[in-house]
């Protein structure tokens, strides 16, 4: 991956009861993409481990791993991201 690449700033659109946008950066990780759309809809960070984020990756709704990049899941601008109630992997 280009340093252009690491660098590419995509939007998502995050699903939360309503739709706002939320711009990122292709080598964030999910965690920190979750975070701060919790901040976007005012959830404290305190409450992560009560929120999962999912998308439509080929064709299936899948849960997104928090471990893993933007990029890895191929997100691109103005996808929609569902800021979901739900366990983190590896969560109980």
């Known amino acids: 991956m280009s340093d252009n ?3 590419r ?3 998502l659109i995050i699903v939360y009861g309503v739709n706002k946008k939320l711009t990122v950066q292709a080598d964030e990780t999910i965690e920190t993409v979750k975070l701060d ?3 976007l809809f005012g959830i404290e960070p305190s409450d992560k481990g009560k929120f ?3 998308a439509r990756i080929d064709g299936h ?3 997104l791993d928090e471990a893993k990049t933007v990029e890895h899941y191929h997100l691109e601008d ?3 991201v569902t800021l979901a109630a739900g366990a ?3 969560a109980r």
């Open 9 to 11: 700033e995509i939007t």
């Open 37 to 39: 759309a919790m901040e």
């Open 5 to 7: 690449d690491r660098d």
């Open 88 to 90: 983190p992997f590896g």
């Open 61 to 63: 709704e899948e849960q």
């Open 78 to 80: 103005d996808q929609k």
């Open 52 to 54: 999962v984020l999912k």
